[in-house]
């Protein structure tokens, strides 16, 4: 393996896996014979593992089992094949929650680099690859990193994830971190409500893949009489959200404010709030794209170190 370090930004969600290209859902099961179609399959250590499909419940931490690394090798496999690639040293550049940056940081990257060498398959191809490096970034600066001297000096980040909200003004383009705040609200629950609602008013629950449609912005098939409590649902997340910020002592008429992440679209979408102070970045990839970005100006800044590191 030559020296050459290929940097792979992702975004480890409780809904879905990002990278720069790529989105698929967090789930993860085991499968306990070859199976006969390998589509999203991943064999490690002996293991098939079938990544996608319903996703994972949300625990405490990601760190408490192997599915976030499984997922990881299925996102580094799905990378390195959009790159046409198969063995690699990797600089992994990942992120966290601003508020809990600290307290994680390490468990996240000892859990991420616990194997140097890994040696995989996905659908039926062999991966080599050598993690060079865990790098961590806090999660709603990396998506805006790229483009933060374009917004207003003084503004307010709003990343709304699939489970929590991140609140994080900046200052001179810089983040306040003592203001800065992580609430457990995010989408998930939003779906959850919708759910509970339905069963409520109908009896039966929706496919949360459908539910992510409306979010995004579609409706499919989905009949009428869910699409108005789905919307409904939506114009009260929307509330609670713009309430949060009240709370926290944003002015909405003039607090410049950029919603980014999977749930800036619903923002956008069922929000009244449409002044010229509020703006939007509704690419679920933004942090994935972000932490690589983030990543590859490390990597430019310590390359010796990190190529020291891959030996």
């Not at 060498?117 to 999660?139: G, N």
């Amino acid at each position: 393996m030559n020296k050459h370090i290929e940097v792979i930004g992702i975004d480890h969600g409780w809904s879905n896996m990002k990278t720069v290209s790529q989105i698929f859902t967090t789930g993860v099961k085991e499968i306990t014979t070859e199976p006969a179609f390998f589509d999203n399959i991943v064999e490690w250590d002996g293991t098939y593992y079938k990544v996608g499909g319903k996703r994972l419940e949300v625990r405490d931490t990601k760190v408490e089992n192997d599915n976030f690394y499984l997922l990881t090798l299925a996102a580094v496999a799905k990378e390195l094949n959009r790159r046409g690639m198969r063995n690699s040293n990797i600089l992994l550049s990942v992120g966290l929650p601003l508020t809990r940056f600290g307290a994680e940081k390490q468990d996240f990257i000892k859990y991420l680099a616990r194997n140097k060498d890994v040696i995989f398959r996905f659908e039926k191809e062999k991966y080599h690859i050598r993690i060079a490096r865990v790098s961590v970034f806090p999660q709603c600066y990396a998506a805006v990193a790229d483009c933060i001297r374009t917004l207003p000096e003084r503004a307010v980040i709003v990343d709304i994830g699939s489970w929590t909200i991140d609140i994080m003004p900046i200052r001179k383009y810089y983040p306040d971190e003592s203001e800065c705040t992580t609430i457990p609200q995010g989408l998930i629950r939003c779906m959850r409500e919708i759910n509970e609602e339905c069963v409520r008013k109908i009896g039966q629950e929706i496919d949360e893949n459908l539910i992510q449609e409306v979010m995004a912005g579609g409706r499919g098939t989905v009949p009428e009489k869910y699409m108005e409590i789905i919307e409904g649902c939506l114009k009260g997340f929307v509330e609670k959200v713009y309430n949060t910020l009240k709370e926290h002592g944003y002015n909405l008429d003039i607090t410049p404010i950029i919603f980014v992440g999977g749930g800036a679209a619903v923002m956008k979408l069922y929000g009244n709030n449409a002044g010229i102070n509020i703006q939007y970045i509704p690419d679920v990839k933004a942090n994935a794209k972000g932490y690589e970005y983030l990543g590859r100006a490390y990597l430019a800044n310590n390359r010796k170190t990190v190529e020291a590191e891959a030996e």
